[in-house]
């Protein structure tokens, strides 16, 4: 094993940025020794108590975060209304968005664990940082239908609408092959469970802060990501924060809905990600739409809640 150890600057990066999306076990789970943890921290060249310290912080955060959430009354009240069933197993199939240790997909575990009277639910995080709907589909048997899943969250689109430095002219990946991919995923999981999927639409991103991280060789504008809303939106099953309004605050949403800007404390310094406030909301509203929604008619595109102040 390599005696590598992160300089002090490459430990500071990990521990206050890339460690919660850098999880080497989902990225390549065929490597020989990948379940080692000690040899997934010398990799990252720091000791394995390290790296376990700091998965552990992150799995606070987001427990501490649901124990927040469910002060909120109306969070409370809507989760004794969700459409799960005890022996359900779901799965959350995305990018680094959801493979975040701290992020929405943790924190909804923990609010369903924490505020139901014995749940009995099976979580299963299926996010691998950085996919585009593309790279997402390769693994769809091995992360998706291999666990016999009952309900499927698909949050895929953010990574699709890069634009690559060296080709800033279009997409990385176009409109017709997102929407290609998705019709797969939809008739794919169709086949094993008889449950609505739940479509997750992408946050905005904030392109001036993600223009100053050295990291990426990309860009993401509102233009493409609203592009990938509206494919999203004409979905069938549970289409949670069709307008991509999650990340503003109350105050900020126009009365036709299409807001102001977002606010900067619910990302990471890159603009991307969201911070742990911005996880918050996005369980919020994925249990709002999963409480409120109806269903008028078998296998139909589920209406906007009552109290959805968007556009129709």
Do not use: C
Not at 68 to 93: H, K, M, N, Q, S
Not at 225 to 250: A, C, F, N, Q, W
Not at 254 to 277: C, F, I, K, T
């Amino acid at each position: 094993m390599s005696d590598y150890k992160a300089t002090e600057e490459e430990a500071e990066v990990l521990e206050k940025y890339l460690l919660q999306f850098l999880n080497l076990e989902k990225r390549y789970p065929l490597l020989p020794g990948i379940e080692n943890e000690e040899a997934i921290a010398g990799l990252m060249g720091i000791e394995r108590e390290k790296l376990l310290k700091l998965r552990d912080r992150f799995a606070s955060n987001a427990r501490q975060a649901a124990v927040e959430l469910l002060e909120d009354p109306e969070v409370a009240e809507w989760i004794e209304e969700l459409p799960f069933e005890p022996g359900d197993t779901i799965v959350a199939f995305g990018d680094s968005i959801t493979d975040d240790l701290q992020g929405w997909f943790k924190i909804f575990e923990n609010v369903l664990e924490i505020g139901l009277e014995d749940p009995e639910l099976s979580f299963i995080n299926s996010g691998v940082s950085y996919d585009t709907s593309t790279d997402a589909l390769k693994r769809l048997n091995r992360d998706v239908l291999d666990h016999e899943p009952d309900w499927v969250i698909v949050a895929l689109g953010t990574f699709d609408a890069q634009r690559l430095h060296v080709a800033p002219d279009r997409p990385l990946v176009s409109l017709a092959d997102y929407w290609e991919n998705l019709n797969t995923i939809e008739s794919t999981v169709s086949e094993i469970t008889d449950n609505p999927l739940i479509w997750m639409t992408p946050p905005p991103v904030i392109t001036e802060m993600l223009q100053q991280i050295p990291l990426f060789n990309f860009d993401l504008f509102e233009e493409d990501l609203s592009r990938i809303r509206e494919i999203l939106t004409g979905k069938k099953g549970y289409i949670v924060d069709p307008l991509g309004e999650r990340m503003k605050e109350d105050d900020e949403h126009d009365e036709d809905g299409a807001g102001q800007d977002v606010a900067a404390w619910n990302y990471l310094s890159d603009g991307l990600h969201p911070s742990l406030s911005g996880h918050v909301n996005t369980v919020k509203e994925l249990i709002r739409f999963l409480a409120l929604a109806k269903d008028p008619e078998e296998g139909s595109s589920f209406e906007t809640p009552d109290d959805y102040e968007g556009e129709s």
